[in-house]
Every structure is written in C-alpha cells, then in structure tokens.
C-alpha cells in the first residue's frame, strides 16, 4: 500500500511515515487532560474560585491540556513543511486512524490552503476529515451510554477545534470565522440532535437516516438534520457573529492593492521537530531552552504573512492561551465588564462597516450615480452604525459575549442568555428587569 502511494508522485520520492501514537498524546490522555481542565474552569463557588486563582498558572500547567494542543500543533506544523518545502508525501499512521490523524490532517489543511479558513471550506473540512472519514462522534463524545460498553469518551473534536482557535489568535485576519463560530460548533456537537456529529460513521448515519425516511409517517421518528444549517438555529442576525471582520479576504475589497494580499512564503519553525510525546512531556524544564530558540526565529504574525498564505504556528508554551470564550463563559466571576476580545470586536465591526459604507459612496460617486441603498447591514457585521442611540459597549458587554449575561449573579441562575436578548441591547438594569419579570 505504501508503493501504491509513493507512486502517485510525480518525481516518486520516499513516502514519510509519521507515526501518531508515538508523536501525540493518546485519547485517554486527551480525556484525563479535559477531565482536570473541566475541574478547574468549573469552580462550585466563588471562594473555590478565588483560592484557584491564586495559583492559576500552575494549575492550568498541571492539566496538561494545553501540552496536548502544542503536541498536535508541533506535529501539524512538521508535516506541512515536509508537504510545503520538502515536497513529500506525508502518511499519518494511527491505530485505527480516526482520531489524531483527523486533528494533524486537518489542521494541516488549515495551515497550507487558505480556502479551508473560510466558512464554507471550514464547513468542507469536517465533514471530509471528520465525518466522513469516520471519526467516532457517538463513543467520543459518549452519546450513547451503554453498561456492557467500556467507556471511550475522549473530547478529540475540542482539542481539534482549540488547535484553530490557537492559529485564529495568532492570525487573526487569515480567517473568515470567529472564535463564537468555534464555540457553537462545539456547543453543536455535544447536543444529540444532529446527523453530522450523531454516528460513529457513515454507514451507521446513513442506516440512521434510510430509517428514519422509512418512518417518516410516524410523528414519533426523530429528523436527523445537519449541523451546517445554521437557520434551523439562528437567526440571519446572530449569525454575523460567526463573521470575522479582521478577515483579509474582507479587507481585500477596500485595500486591493495592499501587499498583504499577494502570496507569502514563510520561513520554516525549526522547534517543529517530531520527538515523541514521552519525550516532550518535560514541558516545564524545556520552556526557557524553546523560548529562548523561537525568539531568533521569523515566525508568521498578524502582521506580516497574507490572508492566503501559510501559517506556521507558534507552538510551545509562550505562544499558547486557554480558550476563554469556550471554557470559562459561565464563570461570573471570571467575567470583565466592558473588555476583553468581545470589546475588541464591537469597535473592529465598527470600523468594517464604515469602511464598507465609504467604499460604496466612492463608487456611487465614480459611477456618477446616487447611493440609493442602505449599505451599512451589507457589510456582514453584527454591531453596525445602526446599533440603536445609547448603547455602550462597556456597559453590555462582558468578555463572555454573547454566551452569558453581565452582572453579579448566582452560578445557579446562569443557564446563558439567548443571543436576542443582546439584540435588544439590554443594559444590567434593564436586563435584571427582564429577569426579574420572568421574560426572556
């Protein structure tokens, strides 16, 4: 099988092998790792909370999740320079393959075609690496709990998407989705309501549905639905918030001529070495040693490669974050009032979109014809000029929009906000109103 591979390219180099149970942590790592992080983001009271944060670091170091996420990054990054600079073929060899060869083969993706950052190759994405290639939805996310089954929960789908959000934070306009895309795909895929994220595999989704077709006089036959519908969801409102206004695909309509938008060759990241996991669990001891490599090293920034060129990531400890947004969201007292990223965002939206208003009154007056149109909700962002008279950023907002209402409030009363209520622009009083009146 290997011959038959290596002979599908055009100068019939050596295939390079890469063996994953040796290079990433296994899936019950994964879900020993997500079981500590769960414990540390989920605090039973504001005194656990505050006593946790005065060892924060450590802690968060100690879970180990994220030496997960820089292992798979590590490895993604290696395999795309052999694809990119070698020119190799590249085989990711795995037990059954359908677990950290999905992670490393799609986050490949992401750092090589730039087609695979927008939503609809984003969406290509999953559903070719991922669900149709056959990744265990049901015993991963442990949809079905079974007593004569031995439990195979890992969280591998998180730790995929925690890889992207890490590439979106460090290239942030090389991207058309935002981090509230990510976290709805996830909140998405731990709900037993689609086909997309329901089955262990193709052949199972599909009997699924054939029966489900068979059944479609029974009213009490569920319909299996995919996950990418969003309007089943959402409104068209709330769905601009999956849409990144740092995007340079974006940006490209009003700066044409920007160096940013040709091609960019980025040098290689010589800590993407491929030792083994066992060997790079001494995170702590190696930090300084790697920090210290990477600083003489050109990596690709915000700053400096095009929305369509390749990422090569930062993957040691210094350059990784904890998802925030997606782990900490239904902490009250974690939350900033008026800052963090959504704050970030509401002002970035706000200048999209009067960018987007003086770009077409430019080309209303070089055509010599009046702007007849109402072009400020034709930029795609959430927060546009019209945003009703009086709002404030700092006064609605919390660093866990759009996921959990502002105010000091109990963590038995947070069950989120529907993404309407933020519409409504609601302040802390008229929201504590709201809720004292028992409406929504």
Request: charge should be neutral; charged fraction near 20%; include cysteine.
């Amino acid at each position: 099988m290997l011959r038959a591979i290596e002979s599908t390219h055009p100068e019939r180099t050596k295939a390079s092998v890469i063996d994953l149970a040796r290079l990433c942590p296994s899936p019950k790592y994964i879900q020993v790792a997500y079981y500590k992080l769960r414990d540390l983001c989920m605090p039973a009271s504001a005194e656990d909370f505050w006593a946790a944060d005065q060892k924060w670091y450590s802690l968060l170091d100690g879970t180990k999740w994220l030496q997960c996420v820089s292992a798979c990054l590590s490895v993604s990054s290696a395999v795309a320079e052999r694809i990119a600079g070698s020119r190799q073929t590249v085989v990711l060899r795995e037990y059954d393959g359908r677990d950290l060869s999905c992670v490393v083969a799609s986050v490949v993706q992401l750092i090589l075609d730039c087609h695979t950052r927008t939503l609809v190759g984003f969406q290509a994405l999953v559903q070719r690496e991922w669900v149709v290639c056959g990744h265990r939805f049901t015993d991963r996310l442990h949809h079905v709990h079974a007593k004569d089954k031995d439990n195979e929960e890992s969280p591998v789908f998180l730790l995929f998407l925690d890889c992207v959000w890490q590439l979106l934070q460090q290239f942030p306009s090389c991207f058309e989705f935002t981090e509230t895309y990510l976290t709805t795909l996830w909140d998405s895929a731990r709900v037993p309501l689609f086909a997309t994220f329901l089955f262990n595999s193709e052949r199972d989704r599909y009997v699924a549905c054939m029966d489900a077709k068979r059944d479609k006089n029974d009213n009490t036959s569920p319909t299996l639905m995919p996950v990418w519908d969003w309007s089943l969801q959402f409104s068209d409102q709330d769905r601009l918030l999956f849409n990144n206004p740092l995007y340079g695909g974006k940006l490209a309509e009003y700066f044409p001529e920007h160096p940013s938008n040709g091609p960019t060759v980025v040098p290689p990241n010589p800590t993407n070495t491929l030792g083994s996991f066992k060997s790079r669990n001494k995170w702590k001891s190696k930090k300084k040693k790697q920090a210290g490599a990477s600083a003489q090293v050109s990596f690709a920034t915000p700053s400096t490669p095009s929305f369509n060129g390749p990422l090569f990531p930062i993957n040691i400890g210094a350059g990784l974050k904890l998802w925030t947004q997606c782990y900490m969201r239904w902490i009250p007292w974690a939350h900033t009032v008026g800052g963090g990223p959504p704050s970030e965002y509401f002002h970035q939206c706000l200048l999209v979109d009067e960018l987007h208003i003086l770009n077409m009154k430019i080309h209303s007056l070089e055509m010599s014809k009046p702007d007849e149109h109402n072009t400020s909700r034709e930029s795609g962002m959430f927060f546009t000029f019209e945003s009703p008279r009086g709002f404030d950023a700092n006064d609605s907002l919390t660093s866990a929009f759009p996921y959990s209402p502002i105010g000091s409030m109990d963590r038995k009363s947070i069950v989120g906000t529907p993404l309407f209520s933020f519409l409504r622009r609601m302040s802390v009083s008229s929201y504590n109103g709201a809720a004292a009146n028992g409406d929504d």
